[in-house]
């Protein structure tokens, strides 16, 4: 990802920085980074690129599994439950090679590009060949994915996951054995390999307490914490993980993560749904942040985690799109809004203000992007654009902004989205991949076997 060589200045016809909507910002961009917001500008100003619609900080997907998204369309044939569409799964993950791994993911990231997304972060363990050999370089999925990234033009933070145990006590079975590096050691050697680039950054993840023995958790924490990268972790998605935790280890989930040194402000408990009040505690006192990701905890049934609780307690929230049966970090912030209503059967957990909150800054943050996610000078210049004028937002009010952007616009709506002062997608085509529905319809068809 280049950074810009000029001073380039766009025009916003609104912007959304945070608290409010300004009508008519000058935004200037050098070297990548917003250097200045001029508001009050009606117009656009001579050599000024116009953005016509609501501009927002670039939007964060906290969570992916970028081949999740050949599943969309089957696994919901049917009924089932988490498990039997885990299988389901495992079959497409045996057919992953780094080429059409990079494929896939290129037009998986293109994808998000048009949904105003612009940073992923890529739980990766799908890491050697079917069987368990390691390609001749050791990190050549991770990097399919870092290259497919910078090919669709958006930033990544690959989340390097350990997975050694098919369950507690249990060795890694057939479809697992790809995913495993045998040791939390060894697969600490194997990621200190990977080098981060301009648009992308390492970070660590624990599959799951039922994928990484209790012995090993420390390793992954403490290599985490050495770097002072992001940790991620799979917790209490399932209330058969819950069960089983407390059988191998007479405690919860979570609080095996904080007797062994996981839990911390830099850590991230993905889904963190079927939680004690105990949990709650732990992960908020601790500054472990919360991804939710709505529309595949609805998919997969997994059930609606206590979201307002944990943010009471004091875990920041973000938001991720998980197995991609929808593109669409907008849906998954109201999502969170209205499941949390069917739950209780009151509105207005959130304002709109503070779900975009969870939809861009701190959703950078969960990434270890602490430097993007606002419109302000000395951010990096990455930005997304909705229309106004669809059949979904025509008639709103400009300047109750946020509320548009979370309760009546979708990724249909993004026309544009610039990263690091460039412009990714430009009047809602894909600059860079153009031909990303095809991309995902040939990279979908060549994993079907």
Known sequence: MTSTERTRTYWLEQAWLGTHVEPGVALDV???????????????????????GLTLPGLANAHSHAFHRALRGTVQVGSGTFWTWR????????RLTPENYHALARAVYAEMALAGI????????????????????????????IAAAAEAGIRITLLDTCYLSAGFGQPPGTHQLRFSDGSAEAWAERCSVLKEQDHARIGAAVHSVRAVPARELATVARWAEERRVPLHVHLSEQTAENDACLQAHGCTPTRLLADHGVLGPRTTGVHNTHLTEDDIALLGGSGTGTCMCPTTERDLADGIGPAVALQRAGSPLSLGSDSHAVVDVLEEARAMELNERLRTRTRGHWTAAALLRAATVDGHAALGWSDAGSLAPGALADFTTIALDSVRTAGTLPRLGAETAVFAATAADVRHTVVAGRHVVRD??????????????????????
């Open 87 to 94: 299988e389901v799964m495992y079959a497409t993950a045996d």
């Open 30 to 52: 050098h070297d990548g980074r917003i250097v200045a917001l001029r508001p009050g500008v009606s117009t656009p100003p001579p050599g000024a690129e116009p953005l016509r």
């Open 428 to 449: 809602g085509a894909h600059a860079l991949v153009p031909d990303a529905a095809e991309g995902l319809a040939a990279a979908v068809e060549a994993l079907r076997g």
């Open 118 to 145: 612009t940073a992923v972060g890529e739980f990766h363990y799908v890491h050697h060949a079917p069987g368990g050999t390691p390609y001749a370089d050791p990190n050549a999925m991770g990097e399919a994915l």
